[in-house]
């Protein structure tokens, strides 16, 4: 099993910055991808980020270029961060662990963490 626990939600105003930090920890030998993923209020979970400990990322098209994944190997530890915030931002945010070859596989998330951007 891999526990994963998310930091650095909260709430900012339109335009702001946030940085999500996720850390690893268990059987890390089992993977080799994390990621973001999010969930509004009625809206069904989408990916924001993913990142491979390669350094192959993929993003959701409508947050390129205001957020950016990044991992820490050594730290088993993965950070997004996220610029220029709006409020169709708002929603859960989860870290998610699992594999990477090709295309990413996820298996273990973390409980998520609050991101409210207010207008």
């Known amino acids: 099993q891999v526990q994963l626990v998310e930091s650095g939600g909260g709430l900012v105003q339109t335009g702001g910055s946030l940085r999500l930090t996720c850390a690893a920890s268990?059987?890390?030998?089992?993977?080799?991808?994390m990621g973001w993923f999010r969930q509004a209020p009625g809206k069904q979970r989408e990916l924001v980020a993913a990142i491979s400990t390669g350094g192959s990322t993929q993003y959701a098209d409508s947050m390129k270029g205001r957020f950016t994944i990044s991992r820490d190997n050594a730290k088993n530890t993965v950070y997004l961060q996220m610029n220029s915030l709006k409020p169709e931002d708002t929603a859960v945010y989860y870290c998610a662990a699992g594999r990477y070859s090709g295309s990413f596989l996820w298996s273990f998330w973390g409980q998520g963490t609050q991101v409210t951007v207010s207008s």
């Open positions: 268990g059987s890390i030998f089992s993977i080799n991808a």
